[in-house]
């Protein structure tokens, strides 16, 4: 058996017995949590999440890049279309993580690596703290105060995920995005 046929399997278990309708389009705990694809990193794992409590956007690193912040606005139109505003009372969390697989692609390929951030390669490095996931996350926190695309009132935090150990450290403490 192929893993595609073992996934089918697994859904089928899940249809019969994990399945719950009565989920809703907007996550319970009303928090959205951006992190990176990595396998290692999974929210649901590693945050001990129930289904339906957030919202997750993965991308590579977790960075906050121009298709994160495009993302970032259609979800804030479908929260308005469900019935709920995305600002006061909701929460942005970055989790970065060590040993990210986007160094090894900045020190290989920092063109793409330029390109997916939206930046210049030359400073890239600096600018954007790409071998360093606790400045880098810090760094992601201060782009999204400064995108006036998003609500002020909308609590942000940065936390850094360690891939040697299984804790996160909290790096940028719950606060709003801008002083309302």
Known sequence: ???????????AAFAADGFNASLK???TQRTMI????DPRVDPLDVLQLEPGETAII????????????????ILRT???????????????????????GIVGCYHHAPGLV???????????????????PYRAVAIDVAALRANPR???????????????????????????LRAV
Not at 78 to 99: F, I, P
Not at 115 to 124: D, I, K, Q, R, S
């Open 34 to 37: 951006v992190g990176c694809v």
């Open 150 to 176: 998003l609500p002020d009132a909308l609590t942000v935090s940065g936390m850094v995920y360690d891939v040697a150990t299984g804790k996160i450290e909290l790096v940028v403490p719950p606060a709003p």
């Open 25 to 27: 389009i907007l996550p």
């Open 1 to 11: 058996m192929n893993f595609v046929e073992t996934m089918l399997q697994r859904n």
């Open 114 to 132: 330029a390109n997916y951030m939206g930046a210049a390669e030359e400073g890239l490095g600096e600018a954007f703290a790409i071998t360093d």
């Open 78 to 100: 479908v929260s308005r279309v469900g019935g709920q505003e995305v600002g006061a009372g909701w929460n942005l969390v970055l989790l970065h993580h060590t040993d990210c």
């Open 58 to 73: 993965r991308n590579v690193g977790g960075r906050v890049n121009p298709a994160l912040l495009e993302t970032m606005a």
